[in-house]
């Protein structure tokens, strides 16, 4: 993940303000550069011209009749999570965003090993995309161990904020879910205070012990696996679209 806070997106796309690193890590082997040269420009998604907005139901035309329900994964790292999700629910449409290319290769793999039909690959920062969907498209968001931006000074790049919120809230179905892990407590705190003031979400947690308690179905992450040896205690928030 580059530490440019601006970069071009694909096909002359305006430029987005970057909430990730590096674009970029480990060279790529041989089969992971292949992936990308095939797999990749059939599943990405690319923004309608001018300010249209893009109806994530025409994304998945191997589902015959459509997709039962759209999942939206924001920066899905390697993919393990996604591609569980979407082995698991084949009647469910999942668009996965991710700009580090690395992720995306490992990502592709899974794709390609589970023979996956059901998956779509925004692989540039979300923002635009979100902006373009219409409301209530969508009945669940992950957001899964962002970079947490740890220093006073970075907080401004955290995902959360009041504004992309309100935007998961508007794209979200009435009931529709979202879903925030971190081993971050200090993001933790930031994602709770913030989904709290937010009119349009509500918090599920019914015990005091449900914030540490995976999701249910939950297939877990190699990054989550390291932060527990570690000694990092995940938390798990989960937040509902209050009714229209």
Not at 32 to 39: G, S, T
Not at 208 to 219: E, V
Request: proline share 9%; hydrophobic share 40%.
């Amino acid at each position: 993940m580059s530490s440019t806070s601006e970069h071009p997106g694909p096909e002359g796309e305006a430029p987005e303000r970057a909430f990730f690193g590096r674009r970029k890590g480990k060279r790529l082997r041989g089969l992971q550069e292949q992936r990308l040269a095939e797999m990749l420009p059939r599943l990405r998604i690319t923004l309608p011209p001018g300010d249209d907005a893009l109806d994530p139901r025409t994304l998945f035309p191997d589902l015959g009749e459509g997709p039962k329900e759209i999942w939206l994964e924001i920066g899905f790292g390697g993919g393990e999570h996604l591609a569980a999700q979407a082995a698991a629910h084949p009647e469910v449409g999942f668009i996965g965003a991710e700009p580090f290319v690395n992720g995306v290769a490992k990502f592709l793999a899974e794709v390609d090993a589970r023979g996956l039909c059901n998956v779509r690959v925004r692989d540039e920062d979300v923002t635009a995309l979100l902006a373009r969907l219409p409301d209530a498209c969508l009945e669940r968001v992950y957001l899964l161990y962002p970079d947490p931006w740890p220093k006073r000074r970075q907080r401004k790049r955290r995902f959360v904020s009041d504004a992309a919120l309100g935007e998961i809230a508007r794209v979200l179905a009435d009931g529709g879910l979202f879903r925030f892990a971190s081993d971050i407590d200090d993001y933790a705190g930031w994602t709770l205070a913030r989904a709290l003031r937010c009119p349009t979400l509500r918090w599920t947690a019914r015990t005091a012990r449900d914030w540490t308690q995976p999701f249910p179905g939950w297939p877990g992450t190699r990054y989550e696996a390291k932060a527990v040896a570690a000694g990092r205690r995940p938390t798990y928030l989960e937040f509902a679209r209050r009714p229209r």
